[in-house]
């Protein structure tokens, strides 16, 4: 007569139907998982004059934190040049939960178009970029999410132009700005 008593017992705390099994099954519902991502957004680049960068990232999560991908962009400096970054994304998130704090790191290569016809550019380079930093990503249905994140990004570049007579003028930029952004994570 005991058995039967304490096998019911232990349908009940395992029961699937139970209030506590649905919360905690729930909560990790959302939970990133390994595999194939996109990341796609933008970054407020803020200094003495704002510019956006658009860009997308496609990679591989590794771990429900760790994720490498590749990335490429556009940000259009108000300057006789436009940068194209080509880089390497790094992301860590630091809890393994629906709302997760990460950190990032993106470093790569910018690559220069020459887009004001006013001004008289001889040659023209791109440069290095590295942008670290932090911020929140929000999955907020299975494989879906967004995010917000804060920076500090470094963009180089390089132009030159004749100037009067056999004078060349060379230009070393090395844009330095803090960055914000905003995105959509899948």
Wanted: aromatic share 16%; net charge negative.
């Amino acid at each position: 007569m005991l058995l039967p008593i304490s096998g019911l017992a232990q349908l009940k705390t395992g029961d699937a139907n139970t209030p506590d099994s649905k919360a905690v099954t729930q909560s990790n519902d959302l939970v990133q998982e390994t595999g194939y991502f996109n990341r796609t957004g933008f970054d407020i680049l803020r200094a003495d004059d704002t510019t956006v960068r658009f860009y997308m990232v496609n990679g591989y999560r590794f771990t429900s934190q760790f994720s490498v991908g590749v990335g490429i962009g556009i940000t259009p400096y108000n300057d006789p040049l436009t940068l194209i970054p080509f880089f390497i994304d790094f992301n860590l998130l630091l809890l393994e939960a629906n709302t997760s704090p990460y950190i990032f790191l993106k470093a790569g290569y910018n690559f220069s178009l020459y887009h004001d016809e006013d001004a008289q550019i001889d040659d023209h380079t791109g440069g290095l970029l590295f942008n670290p930093g932090a911020g929140i990503l929000f999955n907020t249905s299975r494989g879906f999410g967004w995010y917000i994140n804060a920076g500090y990004n470094i963009d180089n570049s390089y132009y030159e132009f004749q100037a009067w007579g056999p004078q060349t003028v060379e230009n070393k930029l090395s844009f330095r700005r803090l960055s914000v952004g905003l995105g959509l994570s899948f």
